[in-house]
């Protein structure tokens, strides 16, 4: 207890710490007690509890002492102590700022515990909006649904081990189905190292696998509203991985590396001959659009395209042209001639030959026939002894050699008519598949086994057995390579084999209507003809049908004249034609690989399959080999589901004057030494060199036009002019699919 | 305050250098953020331990404002523009209302002590009260002392009409918020032009209360500019503890979702 001052009517001062001070302060007479702790005034504590007789107070107060109205006692001419009423402790400031703090804490504790309980609770404590495609999605769903879809843990229904990139992979697997997770690119270590720098691959596989993973929230920052960008990047985002820095396109990015010209071209096509030679001799204007512009179509680069198609771009010049090479159809099986004294003689197995086919050891025969005969070991021998021009004649041999290839060969042949006869298509085929493995060397892939149905693709096997009919007599001794069932046999013996059988039934041959359309008339002559009352009259007539004109639309035909089988084509990109063609440059392929199980045998020739499909069109063994690249015969197309490095659209750089000419880009390469011309007719003179021929063809499509430079895109694209962000024109996710594509 | 421009430029480069990186940025500020708040809260520490010597209060105020300047930027940094999510906001508003009072309290603490020095009257804010109540009884005693005189009920009427109010009634709101001297010349100037209406023991009764009414209007001077510093410590106070709770929530609500809590 201090003594009062006579100067200070608050002396002594109130303890700093205490919550509550002296209700008399306002009024400068606090006390210098104060009040206690929980705020009650000293005079009402303990024994002075009792009421205060503050007249009492004044009368005996000595003023020697403290008490509650000290600075009163002092100064008598202050209020008295009854009309000041009593002490009512007020709290200490910093206790009132405690109060208000814990006040407001609490408040705003139970205020958030509040919220958590609220159905929409998700609601409040959102950090923002979803872009726009995801509030698409996810806008339907609950609230509670929509946070446990991406971000694991974040309810009791998600295992806290699922990441949030397999979330996201949840819904986007579809357009990334073989993104590599959590790594750059999508693409696997092994495939970045590649990129990057092959030579290294060990080291830098190394170096990489110490890199950290990606994850998808690195670029893709969600709850930033509708409409915000989720797939912008800056360039620093692209250059924290890139070792090579550099500051923008037009200082310092790496120049085009065979660019845009980095996909092979599959057709076979000569700009400066075309416009020069082709067009200009026509006093017609050489433009690009015509080939390469649809604008009713939408591809991966806008509505340009490599080829807008063969009836939009080359159907007007081309069309007769690829007409006329096949008028005739395609001789596939050609009887060869044999000596009439080989008919005679029991020995020689061909007592049935054609009469006329026995005018000596002639005849050609086709690459068709060559890989059908090739699956029969005993020809095997003739064939490698043929020339490569597929001509008896031409072989090199005397008079002797040429007979016994050609007796060989005859009775290869029989074997094939009589094993067709008896076992349609299937014998066919299967002399096809045994060749084609037995060529490449492994089992024939899908691709491959699709190859030979076209090749069998509507083959009458009537058409056999009329050959069996009408060439061959109807004799007993069909020198198959199988056995000749009783059936046939009796039949054949029986002279009555098309008029009950069941097989010619117009009803039943479907297949055959199909491929001879409207004109039936063959196969009512065929069971005509194999009546045993057809008259030498009729027999006479039939022979003066000409095949090629009732199939003029397609289809397979007997050529009675030079007893043949012949094939017409269905105009421009016949499919059995294709894959003859395609097949036939497999097998030469694989024989020049060493690939073959068998001898190259001959299998090649001079002329191939008709048609000049290898004039346009690019055949790449190599490329046809691969499971997913089957596509030869058309141009090749940039795939619009899948994601490359680098992206470009034409539309808008062609709305621009200056760029509105194709060659302002792609510029002619000057140093081109031959024309398409000049190499196919340079090859012409080489015979079986096709595969020669077609690799310099794909290095002049390759350097018909120059490679783009940097600087052609820099002009425009800089600082200050149009975009030259990184993802202007490239690509971040690209997959394993897109990298193969690139490459 | 080269220090903390120093550390808020090389956060910024942090910032930058996580970013092209592609790293989360946004942890490093909610971090640094964090820490720096928390260090923020230091201060209020500091003053809980009176007798321990760990250093003068201003000293740690000194790195209270240093910090809070830091942490207020980094705040700019961390949360981008705009801010989205009710809790967020509220978040931010209320970061916002901490750091702004605190920027304003840093000010004011700076300017008041000039502008209370520059008058004569040295009080705390808790004497003020009972020196107004002793300046007003004084002036009521010298108001009726003057009445006994000949110069009649002049000054006494004047005492009664303008000055009673003055001494005994506290001054309004605006006063607080703006103080100023409108009133004090006003009533010096009223009480001037009494002088020809007064004699010799009138006009010393009129200069006593002159004297009276500048000390009153300097204790309130003086209590304006102490109190509003008060309030604004109070109100820069009263919310720290509300956002350390919303700080929390917010903490763990984002490594709950990041599916790493």
Same mark, same amino acid.
């Given at each position: ?554 289809? &397979? ?187 | ?239 720290? &503890? ?20």
């Amino acid at each position: 207890m201090s003594q009062c001052s006579a100067n200070d009517v608050t002396a002594p001062r109130p303890n700093p710490s205490a919550k509550w001070v002296c209700g008399y302060q306002r009024a400068g007479l606090a006390c210098g007690e104060g009040p206690d702790a929980d705020g009650v005034c000293c005079q009402m504590k303990g024994e002075r509890k009792k009421a205060v007789d503050h007249e009492s107070c004044e009368a005996n107060c000595s003023g020697r002492h403290s008490c509650e109205l000290t600075g009163f006692r002092r100064q008598p001419q202050l209020p008295s102590h009854s009309e000041l009423g009593p002490c009512i402790p007020q709290r200490a400031a910093w206790f009132s700022r405690h109060v208000i703090m814990v006040n407001l804490a609490l408040l705003t504790a139970g205020g958030l515990l509040l919220c958590m309980s609220l159905p929409h609770r998700e609601a409040i404590f959102v950090p923002g909006g979803l872009s726009s495609k995801h509030a698409q999605i996810l806008g339907n769903l609950l609230v509670s649904e929509r946070c446990s879809l991406c971000h694991p843990n974040s309810h009791a229904d998600v295992s806290s081990m699922v990441l949030q990139d397999d979330l996201c992979m949840k819904c986007h697997t579809s357009h990334m189905p073989d993104a590599a997770i959590r790594s750059p690119h999508d693409l696997t270590t092994t495939q970045l190292v590649s990129l990057a720098n092959p030579a290294q691959a060990a080291s830098g596989e190394a170096e990489l696998s110490r890199m950290k993973s990606t994850q998808c929230a690195m670029c893709h920052i969600e709850h930033h509203g509708n409409g915000f960008d989720l797939t912008a990047m800056t360039d620093a985002s692209c250059q924290a991985c890139h070792q090579h820095q550099f500051n923008s396109l037009a200082a310092g990015h790496p120049q085009f590396d065979n660019f845009p010209y980095r996909t092979q071209r599959k057709i076979a096509f000569d700009h400066s001959a075309h416009e020069g030679k082709h067009f200009g001799t026509k006093n017609e204007k050489f433009e690009c659009g015509r080939c390469h512009v649809d604008h009713l179509q939408k591809g991966a680069l806008g509505s340009v395209f490599r080829s807008v198609g063969f009836e939009k771009a080359c159907a007007s010049c081309h069309n007769d042209s690829i007409k006329s090479t096949t008028i005739n159809g395609w001789a596939l099986i050609q009887l060869p001639s044999i000596a009439p004294a080989d008919a005679q003689a029991d020995s020689q197995r061909l007592n049935e030959w054609p009469a006329s086919a026995q005018f000596g050891y002639e005849g050609e025969i086709s690459v068709a026939l060559r890989f059908l005969l090739a699956a029969d070991p005993e020809v095997h021998e003739a064939l490698s002894r043929l020339p490569a021009s597929g001509k008896i004649q031409d072989l090199a041999g005397g008079e002797e050699e040429r007979a016994q290839v050609a007796r060989a060969l005859a009775r290869g042949v029989r074997r094939l008519i009589a094993d067709v006869a008896l076992d349609g298509q299937l014998a066919w085929k299967r002399r096809l598949k045994d060749i084609g493995q037995a060529s490449l060397g492994r089992d024939l892939n899908p691709h491959e086994l699709q190859l030979i149905d076209l090749m069998s693709n509507g083959l009458p096997p009537d058409l056999f057995r009329q050959m069996e009919l009408r060439w061959f007599g109807n004799q007993h001794g069909i020198a198959s390579t199988v056995a000749l069932p009783v059936r046939l046999v009796s039949q054949l013996q029986d002279q009555s084999l098309l008029a009950g059988d069941s097989l010619l039934d117009a009803s039943s041959a479907t297949q055959d209507d199909l491929v001879l359309g409207d004109d039936d008339s063959l196969l009512n002559d065929v069971s005509d003809a194999t009546s045993a009352d057809v008259s030498k009259a009729d027999s006479v007539r039939f022979t003066n049908i000409k095949g090629s004109e009732h199939v003029a639309d397609g289809g &397979w035909y007997l050529d009675q004249e030079l007893l043949a089988l012949r094939y017409m084509p269905r105009g421009h990109a016949d499919g059995t034609l294709a894959a003859w063609a395609e097949f036939s440059t497999l097998v030469d392929h694989a024989a020049r690989l060493g690939q073959a199980t068998i001898a190259k045998r001959g299998l090649q020739h001079a002329d191939g399959v008709p048609g000049a499909c290898t004039e346009c069109h690019v055949l790449a063994p190599q490329r046809a080999e691969a499971l997913d690249d089957f596509s030869n015969w058309s141009s090749a197309k940039r795939p619009t589901l899948v994601r490359l490095f680098t992206k470009f659209d034409h539309t808008p750089h062609l709305t621009l004057p200056s760029l509105s000419d194709c060659r302002h880009c792609h510029v002619a390469n000057s140093q081109s030494v031959l024309s398409l011309g000049q190499i196919h007719a340079e090859h012409a003179s080489s015979v079986g060199d096709r595969q020669l021929e077609q690799a310099a063809v794909c290095e002049f499509l390759e350097a018909e036009f120059s490679m783009m430079r940097l600087e052609q895109c820099s002009t425009c694209h800089r600082a200050g002019g149009a975009k030259d962000a990184c993802t202007q024109c490239h690509n971040y996710h690209v997959g394993t699919q897109g990298l193969e594509w690139s490459k | 305050m080269t220090i903390t421009l120093l550390a808020v430029g090389l956060t910024a480069q942090a910032v930058q250098w996580t970013h092209n990186r592609l790293g989360d940025e946004s942890t490093l500020t909610g971090w640094t953020l964090l820490a720096s708040t928390a260090g923020l809260y230091l201060l209020s520490v500091r003053k809980q331990f009176v007798t321990a010597r760990l250093g003068r209060v201003s000293a740690w105020l000194q790195v209270h404002v240093y910090m809070g300047t830091f942490a207020s930027i980094l705040f700019l940094m961390h949360i981008g523009w705009p801010v989205r999510g009710i809790f967020e906001t509220l978040l931010a508003v209320c970061f916002t209302i901490v750091a702004f009072s605190g920027i304003v309290l840093g000010v004011m603490s700076r300017r008041t002590p000039k502008r209370l020095l520059a008058i004569p009257v040295d009080r705390r804010l808790e004497q003020i009260p009972a020196d107004r109540a002793t300046v007003a009884r004084e002036a009521h005693e010298t108001a009726l002392a003057s009445a006994q005189f000949g110069e009649g009920a002049t000054l006494a009427e004047y005492y009664k009409q303008s000055l009673l109010p003055f001494f005994q009634s506290p001054r309004g709101v605006l006063y607080l918020m703006v103080p100023n001297g409108i009133l004090r010349r006003k009533l010096l100037r009223e009480l001037g032009d009494l002088e020809r209406y007064l004699a010799d023991r009138g006009n010393s009764s009129r200069t006593a209360l002159a004297a009276m009414v500048t000390t009153k209007d300097d204790l309130d001077y003086q209590y304006a500019l102490q109190a509003r510093l008060r309030l604004l410590f109070t109100f820069h106070l009263s919310l720290t &503890w509300a956002l350390a709770i919303m700080i929390g929530v917010h903490v763990v609500l984002v490594y709950r979702f990041q599916g790493t809590l």
